[in-house]
């Protein structure tokens, strides 16, 4: 597989990286999905939430299903000559992963990868945002990097905290890469200090 800049930079390949298919519901030019920028999003196909979010606005991406397995060399070609697109209007564009659950076991890598490729193709030109139910302690557990991606809507839809701005939900939480780490490093003292509790008690 042979991702092109649009310099023409062929850039290292990833195929001994690409196992199986991602299932994947749709590619969109969307505006919105990212607050402020226009944006490529990638619709993941399958949700692992359990039990599913009330009010959900895309309960059709909740199943995995095979059939929407798609074949990841061709949707990188895909998502990158859309960026490439878009970027030859705007100075700087989002690529967005959501779904259905872009961090599901089943689509996780292929979120990774894809994000990976993303950004070095087009470095600081393209912000990665990827939506999850998931919250930031959920993500420390995660079996991929999350090195490649920039901001995060974090936390469940729940309709009842339903509102018109960004995000859709107001408990969920709009987090930069900076702002979740700051939030993993209080994470994993406030755990290191229960493990001395247990260890200290009498």
């Given at each position: ?16 990286l690409i196992l199986g298919k991602p299932l994947l519901r749709v590619v969109r030019v969307m505006q919105g999905d990212h607050p402020s920028l226009p944006s490529v999003s990638v619709y993941f196909q399958g949700c692992d939430a359990y039990p599913k979010c009330l009010g959900c ?146």
């Amino acid at each position: 597989m042979e991702i092109m800049q649009s310099e023409g930079v062929v850039l290292e390949p990833f195929q001994s990286l690409i196992l199986g298919k991602p299932l994947l519901r749709v590619v969109r030019v969307m505006q919105g999905d990212h607050p402020s920028l226009p944006s490529v999003s990638v619709y993941f196909q399958g949700c692992d939430a359990y039990p599913k979010c009330l009010g959900c606005h895309n309960p059709e991406t909740w199943d995995f299903d095979e059939k929407f397995a798609v074949d990841f060399s061709h949707l990188v070609q895909h998502v990158v000559a859309k960026l490439d697109v878009l970027l030859n209007v705007y100075d700087k564009v989002a690529l967005v992963l959501l779904g259905g659950e872009p961090l599901s076991p089943r689509n996780r890598k292929y979120a990774y990868i894809l994000a990976r490729v993303v950004k070095e193709v087009f470095q600081e030109k393209v912000v990665v945002l990827v939506y999850s139910w998931r919250t930031p302690k959920d993500l420390l557990e995660l079996d991929v990097p999350l090195d490649y991606f920039d901001e995060y809507v974090l936390g469940r839809y729940l309709q009842k905290y339903h509102r018109d701005g960004f995000p859709a939900s107001a408990n969920q939480l709009y987090l930069t890469k900076e702002e979740l780490k700051q939030i993993f490093e209080t994470l994993k003292i406030n755990n290191q200090m229960k493990k001395g509790e247990v260890l200290c008690s009498f």
